[in-house]
């Protein structure tokens, strides 16, 4: 073929993401690079439209044209976002002027009335497409756009009322937004099966930890108390829990360690209780959570 290795192994991974996904759905490809605005304006529609069409056989493929700049030449993309439907291999439309979720909407329908594509909802296909959603909010989410990563994770919710990856998500999201209330009624209206799921602890946990926030002003002067008075564990314990739900994990899990080398039974072991809480919300398999976790395994067994 004349491909060089890395133009072979950018084939093979069009191929799985993309051409064979298209042999019975439509693929919505996305060409777009991180430090492209109007790429970033763009993909919270695009998402929301493929998320509402995904029973109808409809699929999202971002392709980051600085990671894959072989397809993007393929391609022809002179300027992003580019964005084309596919159908069995082929670009069957040109989708880069439908800016609006009307615009898209209105070209979609009439694709989907000519294609035979297989819906989701035939033959077990839905959960790879509400699979791939959560993937893709969660890697928002994780690039600190908790609003909408909030929007993906309830159109999914929408669409898969029972998947508890799902709600744990939005949960973390409006944590992670500030929206502790809305977090709450979420968690609040929660079936006891889908509460039980350890995702679903895990982000009961964030938003337990969330409900001690305080602003700057408040944060400031219990962490003068704390130092002030290191004998003080109720004091200390408070600027723990407030430092962690204010982003500064390290001060929290600092103190809180501290608490444990000065008197591991205090409280009922409530310093070491709240570490295995925090660890909880921000997940075992975390590196940060991992270092933490040596540090206080060093103190309880040396």
Same mark, same amino acid.
């Given at each position: 073929m004349g491909l060089n290795i890395d133009e072979q192994k950018a084939v093979e991974r069009f191929k799985t993401d993309v051409v064979e996904p298209s $042999?019975?759905?439509?693929?919505?490809?996305? %060409?777009?690079? !991180?430090?492209?605005g109007p790429c970033k304006a763009l993909a919270p529609m695009l998402e929301k439209v493929a998320a509402e069409y995904a029973d109808k056989g409809v699929v999202l493929v971002k392709v980051d044209v600085d990671e894959e700049k072989f397809i993007a030449s393929q391609f022809q993309v002179q300027s992003i976002p580019t964005v084309y439907a $596919? %159908?069995?291999?082929? =670009?069957?439309?040109?989708l880069t002027q439908a800016r609006s979720e009307s615009q898209m909407k209105e070209v979609l329908d009439q694709?989907?009335?000519?294609? =035979?594509?297989?819906?989701?909802?035939?033959?077990?296909?839905?959960?790879p497409d509400v699979e791939q959603f959560i993937t &893709?909010? #969660?890697?928002?989410?994780? !690039?600190?756009?908790a609003e909408r990563a909030a929007g993906v994770f309830m159109q999914v919710v929408e669409m898969a009322p029972d998947n508890a990856a799902a709600h744990a998500g939005l949960i973390r999201s409006f944590v992670a937004g500030g929206r502790a209330d809305e977090a709450q009624a979420i968690a609040d209206a929660l079936q006891p099966e889908i509460k039980e799921d350890p995702a679903v602890q895990q982000a009961l946990s964030a938003l337990e930890l969330a409900a001690t926030q305080v602003d700057d002003g408040e944060l400031a002067k219990l962490r003068a108390v704390a #130092?002030? !008075? =290191?004998?003080? &564990?109720?004091?200390?314990?408070? %600027?723990?829990e407030a430092a962690f739900a204010a982003g500064q994990r390290d001060d929290a899990a600092d103190t809180l360690l501290e608490m444990v080398r000065a008197d591991r039974e205090w409280n009922d072991s409530a310093a070491r209780t709240k570490l295995l809480q925090i660890f909880e919300a921000v997940g075992l398999e975390d590196e940060w959570v991992s270092a933490t976790r040596?540090?206080?395994?060093?103190?309880?067994f040396d």
């Open positions: $042999m019975t759905k439509l693929v919505i490809l996305d %060409f777009w690079a !991180e430090w492209c $596919m %159908f069995q291999g082929q =670009p069957v439309a040109d694709l989907i009335a000519k294609l =035979p594509l297989q819906a989701g909802g035939d033959g077990g296909q839905q959960a &893709m909010a #969660e890697q928002v989410l994780a !690039e600190g756009d #130092e002030a !008075e =290191p004998a003080d &564990m109720d004091a200390r314990l408070a %600027f723990a040596r540090r206080l395994s060093k103190i309880l």
